[in-house]
C-alpha cells in the first residue's frame, strides 16, 4: 500500500500529449458534510480508493479514524486494453484479512472509470468487507465526457472539496442514472444524493 505517490517536476507525456497543468476548483460538498456528522460520533475504519492525499490523511486522522488506502485507478492502469476488471482483479486490490470490516468507504468519481459490469463485480466485492450502515461516498458525473484519468480530491474542510484536475485529456462519461447506481451497487441504498451546480450528482449510499 502506497501512502504517497512522489511528483515528477516537469509536465507529463499522456498519449502523445503533454499534460498541463489545471487550477483546481473548489466546491461545495453536501453529501461530505453528511458524512463528516457520521464520523466525529465514533472511530471508524475508512477505506479510500483514491491516490493517497497526505491532507486528507491529516484530516481524517484527526477523528481517529483507522485508514486502509488502495489505489483503484492505478491498479486498473496495469490491466491490458479491453481487460475487464472481474473478482481476482478486486481480491488482489482487497487484500486485506477476511475479517475486516469498512465502516466508510471513499470511492470519489473512481466508478465513473469502471465499466458497468465491473462496477457490480466491485460492489458484491465490497459487501464482503462491511458491515450493514457502512457509508459509501461517491460522485457520478452527468457530463458528456469527463477527465481521462480521476481528480484527485483533497479535503478542503468538512463542506468542501478540491478537485485537482490531473490531465487535459477527455473520455467518454458512462454518465450512470441513479436508477443503474442502485442496481449495479446491490445492497447499496442511496442514504442522501445531491445535484451539484457543477454537474455532479454526489451520493451517500449506506449498507443494507
Known amino acids: 500500500m502506497s501512502w504517497f505517490s512522489p511528483r515528477g517536476s516537469g509536465p507529463r ?8 497543468e489545471v487550477e483546481p476548483d473548489v466546491h461545495r ?21 483514491g491516490s493517497a492525499v497526505g491532507s486528507n490523511v491529516e484530516f481524517l486522522s484527526q477523528f481517529g479514524c483507522k485508514l486502509f488506502i488502495e489505489d483503484l485507478y492505478a491498479a486498473l492502469s496495469t490491466r491490458m ?58 460522485l457520478i458525473s452527468y ?19 478540491i478537485y485537482e484536475r490531473r490531465t487535459g485529456a477527455e473520455r467518454p462519461s458512462p454518465r450512470l442514472a441513479p436508477a443503474e447506481v442502485t442496481n449495479l451497487l446491490k445492497e447499496f441504498r442511496v442514504d442522501r444524493s445531491f445535484l451539484l451546480k457543477h454537474g455532479i450528482q454526489e451520493y ?4 443494507e
Do not use: M
Not at 106 to 134: I, M, P, S
Open 29 to 49: 460538498s453536501l453529501a461530505l458534510a453528511a458524512l463528516c456528522e457520521e464520523i466525529r460520533r465514533r472511530k471508524l475504519t475508512v477505506l479510500d480508493l
Open 13 to 20: 507525456k499522456e498519449q502523445g500529449r503533454v499534460q498541463v
Open 143 to 161: 457530463h458528456k465526457t469527463i477527465p481521462a484519468q480521476p481528480y484527485r480530491f483533497r479535503i478542503k474542510d468538512d463542506q468542501h472539496l
Open 81 to 138: 486494453d479491453g481487460d475487464l476488471a472481474g473478482p481476482s482483479f478486486f481480491a488482489e486490490l482487497l487484500s486485506v484479512p477476511e475479517d475486516t470490516r469498512f465502516d466508510v468507504i471513499l470511492a470519489w468519481d473512481l466508478f465513473d472509470y469502471l465499466q458497468r459490469k465491473e462496477l457490480a463485480v466491485f460492489a458484491e466485492h465490497l459487501r464482503r468487507y462491511t458491515n450493514r450502515g457502512a457509508l459509501l461516498f461517491a
Open 204 to 207: 451517500l449510499l449506506v449498507r
